[in-house]
C-alpha cells in the first residue's frame, strides 16, 4: 500500500478501515525531551519530525476567566505560578510530574460566579496570527487537525475548585458542578464556532477529562449520567454537526463509562491506561467496531527493550485489526525512556501496526 499521510491513516482508522499502518504519536514529559536533548536530538527540530511520528496540529481556544498568570518564587528545581484559572501551582522543572495545586481562588458558588462572569467569548481569545500563518502548513502537510475543548470533572477539580471540594459539591451542590462543566463547554464552543465560520476547519475534537484512577473511578455511575454524560453529549453532538469525530482522553480505569460513551456516540478513547486497570485487547474485542483505540501500551514498560517489544508484538496486531487503532503509550513518555529507546519503540510500532 503506497504511504499515506497522517490525516489519510487518522481517517482510515475512524472509518475503521485498513491504511498503510496504524498512526504513531505520543507526547513525551519535558524531563524527558531534555533527556533527549543531552542524549543527541538537535535543540532546533521537534521530537515529532525526529522521529517520524505521525503530524497532529491543534487548534486551542482559552476558555478560562484569565486571572493573571504571575511568578510567585522560582528555584533551580520548581517555580510556583498563579493561573489564569486562578489557581497557585508548583510546576517541577526537571522532573516528569503533574503540578502541584497549592490554592483555589474559586471556592464556592459566590466565587464561581465571579470567574463565570469573566468567561465571555471574544475574538482575542482565539490565536488568530498563529492560525494564519500555520493552518495552510498544516493542509499542505497532510496533518490530522484536532481542536481542543476543556469542561468537564478534570478541569473543575484540579484548576478551579479542588478535588475534595468538587467531590463533596457532586453530591451536596449538583447544580453548581452542572453549571461549571455547562459554561465551560458553552464558551468552549462558541470560541470553535469563530474558528470554524473563518474558515479553519479541523478533523476532530478532543477533550481531557480523566474521570478515574487506579481501578475505580471518582464518581459513581449514576453521578455520571445525571451531571457529566449531559454536558459530554452536547459535545459530541457538535463535533459530529461540524464533520469532525469526537476524541476523549480520560486517565484511569473508566471501563464502566465506555458503554455510556458510545451511546452518546463518542468516536475514539485514549489512553486505554493499562497501569490503572484498562485492559485494551478486551475493549478491542467488545468495541472494537465502534470505538477507535488510541494507546494502550503499557508506560511502565518503556525503558525496559525485551518487555516493552513483547508488549508491542503482542498487542499491536490485534488492536490494529480492521483499523480503529492508534498506538501510543498509555500516558506520556517518562524520562526513564532514551532516545535509543523511543527510536527503537517507533521502528516497532511502525513494523508490528503495518498492513
Known sequence: MA?????????????HCEADRVPVIDIPWPATIERWHREGMPEDVGFVDYF??????HVGVDNSPRYEWKVIEETDDCVVQTTNWGVTMRNWKHAASTPEFLHHRITDPHSWQEAKARMTPSRDRVPWEHLKAEYPKWRERGDWIEAGLW?????????????????????D?????????????????????????????????????????????????????????PVQRRAIEWAHAHGAVAHLHSCGDISPFVPELIEIGLDALNPLEVKAGM?????????????????????MLWDKPEAIEAEIRRKVPVLKES???????????PSSVSLEDFRRIVALAKEAGSY
Open 3 to 15: 504511504e499515506m499521510t497522517s490525516r489519510e491513516r487518522f481517517a482510515r482508522m475512524y472509518e
Open 52 to 57: 517520524g511520528l505521525d503530524h497532529v496540529a
Open 151 to 171: 469542561f468537564g470533572f478534570d478541569v473543575t477539580h484540579a484548576w478551579t475548585v479542588g478535588t475534595e471540594r468538587l467531590l463533596l459539591a457532586l453530591a
Open 173 to 229: 451542590d449538583p447544580a453548581w458542578c452542572a453549571d461549571m462543566f455547562n459554561h465551560y463547554l458553552d464558551v468552549g464552543l462558541a470560541l470553535l464556532d469563530m474558528v470554524w465560520e473563518a474558515g479553519y476547519e479541523f478533523d476532530c475534537v478532543s477533550w481531557p477529562d480523566d474521570m478515574g484512577y487506579k481501578r475505580n473511578q471518582f464518581f459513581s455511575l449514576a453521578m455520571y449520567r445525571r451531571l457529566l454524560k
Open 279 to 299: 485492559d485494551p485487547l478486551a475493549l478491542k474485542k467488545q468495541y472494537g467496531d465502534e470505538l477507535v483505540l488510541h494507546g494502550g501500551i503499557n508506560a
Open 323 to 333: 483499523g480503529g487503532y492508534v498506538f501510543s503509550s498509555d500516558h506520556s513518555v
